[in-house]
């Protein structure tokens, strides 16, 4: 279950319908999907997307996605510091940011346009459709794993444009749950 915190009023919001309520009024859809048989979460890239192929192509429907894939992140993935630089920084996309995690976690900080930054940690069997043009950064957890279906309407469109507005120093990328604790 995805947990939002907003960090100027100390707020968490934890239970799932108030947590899709929230995300909505920021344009962000929020759905738990569960796949139509059982699929181990390291099985092959097409295994899993034939597993959840009816969410998929529901969604590609909506969004107008032409191709999904599967992201694969752990904490020996060559450079994955590189890589997440490239990703914690203020920036938005010219494409929806759509991302189902199939295991590990990640941190979104979303600032909307004159409101105060949120903070979602989303975790396996969450779907989020952040859409273009919203300014936000991402972030591991600190097991550093992440395996995500991802949706395209155009790969070309993903490339950041960094806002450079150094809000994103002002937080510190804490997720909630286990490896905290
Ligand atoms: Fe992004």
Redesign the pocket.
Known sequence: MAVVKIPSSNTVVSERGQVATFLAAHGIDYERWTPDHSVATDAPPDTVLEAYDREIETLKERGGYRTADVIDVHPDTPNLDTMLAK?NRE???DED?VRFIIEGRGLFHVHPPGADVFVLEVEAGDLIR?PRGTH???DLCAERRIRAIRLFQDPSGWT?HYTDSGVDRGFQPVCFGPAYM
Do not use: A, I
């Open positions: 990703f920036h938005w996309h940011e952040v936000h950064w991402f950041p």
